[in-house]
Every structure is written in structure tokens, then in C-alpha cells.
């Protein structure tokens, strides 16, 4: 039977393990075009800003780690600031949840939000926020369910370099 993970904060020793969980997070994400070109040196980058996360007294990385080492998901945690003509002056920027495959609708996902959510009080913030993929009919309606309103949506459109500007908007 599979053991029971343990909730901790990360460190950098999670490093390695926090990039591949990101490698399953972008790969399911491959059919949005926000996420699936990136960077050849974007693994570099992207554990450099978990390493940010994990050492910054204004962020955080929950994990559920597993006894050999490996982890069966994460979520970040950052105290944003918000443009300075909007409320709440800080936000708590929610990014990446992820729980493998095998170990998903366990309640792991309630698990890491509960301690994000403990995080932002602790830091006495207001509210919390999260990007979903419009595309990820899942997630979307995991967020509507677990109390996340939905209050904008990212809109996209590549530049077409083969049309006058004034022709693309006819
Ligand atoms: C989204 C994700 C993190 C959910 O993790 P999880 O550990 O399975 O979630 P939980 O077991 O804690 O489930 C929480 C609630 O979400 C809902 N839920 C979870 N998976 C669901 C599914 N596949 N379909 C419908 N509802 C689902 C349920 O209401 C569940 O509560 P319940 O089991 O008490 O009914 C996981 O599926 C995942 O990593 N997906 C790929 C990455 C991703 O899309 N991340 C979100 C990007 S914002």
C-alpha cells in the first residue's frame, strides 16, 4: 500500500524534484499556446525561481513529500503587490499546483491549499489568487468548486507579420 505523504515547506534538496513535477505541470499544459513554448533554458530558469521561492521570507513552496525522497505534489506561494490604485495593497499569488497522477483525488490538492491558505493568513492577507488555463476544463472546474471566482480572462492574439496592421481588424 502507498504511504501517506507528509506536508512540509520545501528546500532547496526538493530542488530537482520540484523542476520534474514542473516537467508533468507543463506537459499536461501542452495545448496552451501561454505554456508550450519554452525557453531552452526555461527548466534553468524556472528552478532558479523555485529556489527564489524557497529562500524568499515573502514566498514559499508547499510540498507532500514522500519517505524516498519524492514528492507527490507542490504549490507556490507569493505575497504580491497590487497595482497601487486597487484593494487589497497585497495579494497571495497562487501558482503551480500540481499532484502526480498516482496520487490524485485523495484530497491532496485540499491539503496543499490548506496550508496555503494558512500561509496567507499568517501573512494577513485578504484574498488569494490563481491562473487557470482557459482550456483546463479540470482545473477550471475544480477552482469554481473549491471557491475560486473567476474575475478576468487572459486573452491572446499572435502578431501576423504577413497582413498590414489595419487588415487584421476588419
Ligand atoms: C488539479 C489537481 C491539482 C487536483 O489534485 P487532487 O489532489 O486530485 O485534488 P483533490 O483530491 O484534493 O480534490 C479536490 C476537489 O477537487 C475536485 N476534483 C478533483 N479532481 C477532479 C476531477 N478530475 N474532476 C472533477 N473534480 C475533481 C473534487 O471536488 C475534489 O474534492 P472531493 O474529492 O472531496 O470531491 C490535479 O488534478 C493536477 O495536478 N492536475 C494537473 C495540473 C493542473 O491542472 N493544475 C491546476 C492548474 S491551475
Redesign the pocket.
Known sequence: MREENQLREATEDDLDELVALWTH?IR??RHNPAYNRVARTGFVSRRAAFASDIRDENATVFVLARRDGGLD?MISCRVETNLPYFQPHRLGRIQ??????D???????????TAAYRWARERELLEVR????AD?V??N???E??GFDAVGVVRRRAIDWSTPPERQVE
Open positions: 505541470y499536461d499544459h505534489g503551480t499546483p500540481y499532484v502526480r497522477p496520487a490524485r483525488r485523495k484530497g491532496n490538492l485540499k491539503k496543499l491549499l490563481l491562473y487557470v488555463g483546463n479540470v482545473a472546474a475544480i477552482a468548486e473549491l
